[in-house]
């Protein structure tokens, strides 16, 4: 069973690590850790779950992640496939205060930045130039070592506290509430969901991967997700068709088809409710964007 508790291997007394990581696919099961995360993606595409947000990344997506934030990367299905040879690459910088301790990290000078660290407990979409200078600073911080990473890394959390390029992602700031022995269970069923969301998926399904009476299940999946059961998979369908839009070309209908939805105008109701936008302006405003 993988502990829903990361643990991330470092020395008790290094405040910043650097982990730069390459597999066929992204670390896949919701979890969270006691450390902030910049997670830059230099290679690969797929879903995310931060908090109670779910969207779409691709490479040169960053994104700030606040301690003990529930946090999944789920690479697009074809990475699976070992057949495809693909590959997915990110640079992770781990952060934890506590080895500075408490007197440093009380510092007026750090202000700004705990103010940063403080948001990042909802999650931070990093966007505009901030991402672009943000995918170059993760690089270069890989082939720095010791106090000169650490100055680096406050360096860029200084930037980052000025610029006006984040998107707050969950709605609620997670505080450490789950039990490691949970993790089996939320994850199984996280699996099915994106597995299957091109099914007829029922509440009755779900639950029994659970193991669960249906009123029990959703009392559990809104605790560990801070969503409704159909929430969230309208959520995964509604990125998987925002995803075939862009990427696929295909018509709304055929999006909609794939997504899991046999209704139309049910399909647009969720697309506008999800996305602020009805799937014909969302297509007008990517071939726009395609000609700009």
Known sequence: MKPLLYQIPKSINEPVRVLKECHPYFYDNLHFHSEYQIMTILQGKGTYFIGDSFGNFNAGDSFILGANLPHFFRSSQEYYSSANQLQSQNISILYSPEALGEKFKDL???????????????????????????LKSSQKITHKNGFERLIYLFKMFDYLAKTDDLITLSHVAYENE????????INKVIDFL?????????????????????????????????KTFSQFLNEIRIGNACRQLVEEDVSVKEAAFKSGYYNISYFNRQFKTITGCTPSAYCKNINFKHLT
Request: aromatic letters at 6%; proline letters at 1%.
């Open 108 to 134: 007026s000078e750090l202000h700004p930045i705990n103010k940063l660290l403080e948001k990042s407990k909802n999650g931070l979409l990093v966007t505009g130039r901030a991402k672009e200078k943000l």
């Open 178 to 185: 789950m039990k490691l022995g949970d993790t089996e269970k």
């Open 194 to 226: 994106i597995d299957n969301y091109s099914k007829d998926i029922t509440l009755a399904d779900a639950a029994d991967i659970a193991n669960l009476s249906v009123n029990a299940f959703c009392r559990y999946f809104k605790k560990h997700t801070r």
